[in-house]
């Protein structure tokens, strides 16, 4: 058999692709759309094996789309801008445009060899003056609709990289890219109003009903909603402020009432700065970070002032009033009061500083004398030590009496808080979106002239100052307008907002006057299906949806506020790790098999531990370059594997194995492919019988099922299935019409996941009109079904019948079969539980 030479066919067809377009993406109000669109890499220059997961999945489904019928747009873009590419170009003298620049093409040519249906046409470029023209002309609208401010916060602070990070890119409590420790500082910083859509961004969770529960679930908790109360504390001591507001969930636990806490940034904290002792608290405060989950896991401390605070619910109650790193003004009005019985921080800093602890929830089963001692009890259960809220059922009674009373008594209010924080997009370094506001000589904000933009980047300036490089260039950052003197904002725009609106502008890249041409969002919007991993539900997906409504906001000619119909979470790639006996990390090319057993491949003499599979990561070096894997045995297998290990919303786990079973089947499916064209040239007067039409139409529908499901991995399954039916059957002489119709729907069939052998295959059919196959329904209809029998639940024999055939029937037949009906032993029977057409197992 011909061997299929998959370099010579591949190239081929990618030429073909790139000079005729693969999809025609004009807006057609006469055809129906279909938008799929994969989140867009950042250029780092080389694809790994996550972009061929993410792209293949997308592509299949593009590709089936558009043999289907639709209009289908499948762009690509790069989120250009960040960190990473400035310090790539400060460690090597670089220009970061030009190093991006460079990795774009690198990047551009290796995913052009996976085969991928993307109008290039298209390709935008988040670091292109073309791209943030718009950006920062949508800055200065939400500007106008007081949708951005500026103000001095707290904020994440990365020492490493120099510069301030969103809450969502803290983990662990050190930056995402860098890794360093975070801490906390005060800068001026522009913000995004995010909060003011806080309900309307949990109203939309409710309409997406395509995107995965895992990711409404995270936004849901990020948005963070929940009902309490407004109260107020009566402050004694030596203060003109003598109320402090407090939000909180848990009123009815005020009985257990033993301190008030206080963020250091708290109106009442303007009294203590001349107090040494407090300055030098709260600079120990600036080395906890600003987010949930640094507090949480950082020790707490306080500094006690010499203020009380009386217990709004029992005026004879009066407790210390404290300073507290665990208390941010951004949450509430910068008060809390602690209850340590019932609340595990609270319990750690009252054990700290030696405070009452008073129980006043017990489990519902416990006596009224139990107490907390070792932890605190968070639980549901029945009020006491509370006077006269005694009794109360814990949380939904409790709550809503207490609440109810403090109203009444003009001592609080219900109150709906959430979580979610405005987003401050203010970022200190040099490769971002220029923020497009001046300043005049009195310090006061203007927004840049429109006429004006872009304000582009200085070009070749050092980037080797400590802190933000935009700071040294006097030449660019003093401006004269007019006559007037003004100094440039040189802060640079969070990269997350360049990720914001980027399927906008997918719309209409190429329009000079503004980021989207309405008649094509009106035709192309929102997203049909988005397809990224779940590490994005919350720093791009929200900030998305949000970027949506603001600007709709206010806006009488754009009203879409979802950007993305459908969203599918693919799975990770994973890879077995290796170490050296030294304990280092070990790449796989680093690496020879001798006997069954891993050795360094410098030195045969140490063998390399195995590790558990992770996902692909350049720190552990278990990645694979994906260009080799194309190299070495072509698109298609590298699209067919990547597929075919699991579920695409599942992790894929890697394997030399796994790649070369691929290959050799897209050998077989080859010789397949000989092989009927050789039963075609036979020309047969006739067909042996129906059995190759019937098999055709059953797998367009497995086929057509599982498009439309994710089920990616089945439909290899459908390919194997396919090849073992059609080499059995080939020997009974078919019709030359009969061989190729069916071929034929095969193939196009195959095309989303093998587009190359396809297509070759179909050309050496001469077809050339090529749509969507469809499926006669009544040749899925089965003569006979073959039914497994159990007795007792062991598989005794197999019934063949007809479909639908009735419980009563069907044991008339085992009767009848003395080779099953043997196991009943004449016994009675207990039990049946029949499922029609494919088992009865009979209890006895």
């Known amino acids: 058999m011909e061997r299929y030479n998959f370099k010579e066919i591949e190239e081929k067809w990618q030429k073909i692709w790139e000079n005729e377009k693969t999809f025609s993406t004009k807006v057609n109000q006469n055809k129906k759309k279909f938008y799929c669109l994969e989140m867009f890499p950042y250029p780092s220059g080389k694809i790994h094996m996550g972009h061929v997961r993410n792209y293949t999945i997308g592509d299949v489904l593009a590709r089936y789309k558009d043999l289907q019928g639709y209009n289908v747009l499948h762009p690509m873009g790069w989120d250009s801008f960040g960190m990473p590419a400035e310090n790539a170009a400060r460690q090597n003298n670089l220009d970061p445009k030009t190093w991006t620049e460079s990795n774009i093409s690198k990047m551009k040519a290796q995913l052009k060899k996976l085969g991928l249906s993307i109008d290039w046409d298209r390709e935008i470029s988040t670091c292109s003056e073309d791209y943030y023209k718009h950006q920062q002309m949508f800055f200065l609208e939400l500007l106008e609709k007081k949708l951005v401010y500026r103000k001095e916060n707290y904020v994440n602070w990365d020492p490493v990289d120099q510069t301030v990070l969103a809450n969502e890119q803290v983990i662990d409590g050190k930056g995402w890219r860098s890794g360093a420790v975070v801490e906390r500082k005060k800068l001026n910083q522009w913000f995004l109003d995010i909060s003011k859509f806080s309900q309307d961004l949990l109203d939309g969770l409710e309409t997406l009903d395509s995107w995965p529960n895992k990711v409404k679930t995270m936004q849901k908790n990020w948005i963070g909603k929940s009902f309490g109360c407004e109260i107020s504390f009566k402050i004694e001591g030596n203060l003109p402020i003598k109320d402090v507001k407090v939000f909180t969930t848990r009123p009815d636990t005020l009985f257990g009432f033993s301190f008030l806490a206080l963020s250091v940034d708290h109106e009442i904290s303007k009294h203590f700065e001349k107090d ?397 492919n000989s092989k009927i064209l050789d039963e075609i040239k036979k020309n047969n007067e006739s067909d042996f019988d129906d059995e190759i039409t019937k098999y055709t139409n059953k797998f367009l529908k497995k086929i057509t099922d599982n498009l439309e499901s994710f089920s990616y991995n089945k439909i290899i399954a459908n390919l194997h299935e396919m090849h073992t039916f059609f080499s059995k059957q080939l020997n009974k002489n078919y019709k030359k019409d009969t061989l190729v119709e069916n071929y034929k729907k095969i193939l196009i069939a195959s095309m989303p996941v093998t587009p190359h052998l396809s297509n070759e295959c179909l050309k050496l059919l001469n077809i050339n009109k090529i749509s969507w196959p469809s499926f006669d329904e009544t040749m899925l209809i089965e003569n006979f079904v073959n039914i497994v029998i159990q007795i007792n639940g062991k598989k005794r024999g197999i019934v063949q019948t007809k479909p639908e055939i009735e419980e009563e029937n069907l044991l008339k037949l085992i009767k009848s079969d003395q080779k099953i009906f043997k196991y009943l032993d004449n016994k009675p029977i207990k039990k049946k539980i029949y499922i029609k057409n494919k088992l009865l197992n009979i209890i006895i």
């Open 276 to 672: 040494q002792d407090f300055l030098k608290f709260k600079d120990e405060c600036s080395k906890t970070g600003t987010t949930e989950e640094a507090i949480a896991v950082g020790e707490k401390i306080g500094f006690k002032t010499n203020l009380m605070a009386v217990n709004p619910l029992n005026q004879n109650e009066k407790m210390p009033v404290y300073f507290a790193n665990f208390v941010l003004m951004d949450y509430g009005f910068g008060a809390v009061f602690g209850c340590p019985a019932h609340d595990q921080r609270d319990f750690d800093f009252a054990k700290k500083y030696k405070l009452k602890i008073k129980t006043v929830v017990k489990p519902k089963d416990e006596n009224d004398d139990f107490n907390v001692s070792n932890e605190a009890y968070a639980g549901p259960g029945i009020l006491i030590n509370s006077d006269f809220l005694n009794g109360l059922k814990v949380p939904n009674d409790s709550i809503n009496e207490t609440i109810k009373i403090l109203e009444e008594k003009k001592l609080g209010k219900k109150k709906t808080n959430y979580r979610l924080k405005d987003w401050g997009v203010s970022r200190q370094r040099y490769w971002g979106c220029p923020i497009p506001i001046i300043y005049d000589e009195n310090s006061n904000a203007h927004p840049v002239p429109k006429s004006m933009l872009p304000v582009k980047l200085p070009e070749n300036i050092d980037l080797n100052v400590k802190g933000n490089p935009l700071d040294n260039q006097k030449d660019w950052k003093e401006i004269t307008i007019d006559g007037k003197k003004y100094t440039r904002e040189t802060d640079t725009l969070d990269t997350f907002v360049c990720s914001s609106w980027y399927y906008l502008r997918f719309c209409s890249p190429h329009n000079e006057n503004y980021g989207f041409d309405k008649t094509e969002t009106d035709y192309w919007m929102p997203v049909d299906q988005y397809i990224g991993g779940v590490e994005h539900a919350i720093l791009h997906l929200l900030y998305s949806r949000f970027f949506m409504r603001a600007i709709s906001y206010n806006n009488k000619n754009f009203d879409i506020s979802e950007p993305f119909n459908g969203l599918f979470t693919q799975g990770m790639v994973c890879h077995e790790t290796y170490k050296d006996p030294d304990n280092n990390w070990v790449s796989p090319e680093e690496i020879i098999t001798i006997e069954g057993k891993k050795y360094l491949a410098k030195d045969k003499s140490k063998a390399i531990k195995i590790g558990p599979s992770e996902s692909m990561s350049k720190s552990k070096k278990n990645t694979i370059d994906p260009e080799n894997i194309i190299s070495n045995y072509g698109a298609d297998a590298a699209r067919l594997f990547i597929l075919s290990d699991s579920p695409p919303e599942k992790d894929v786990q890697w394997s030399e194995e796994g790649i070369a079973s691929s290959f050799k089947f897209i050998q077989k499916l080859w010789n397949l």
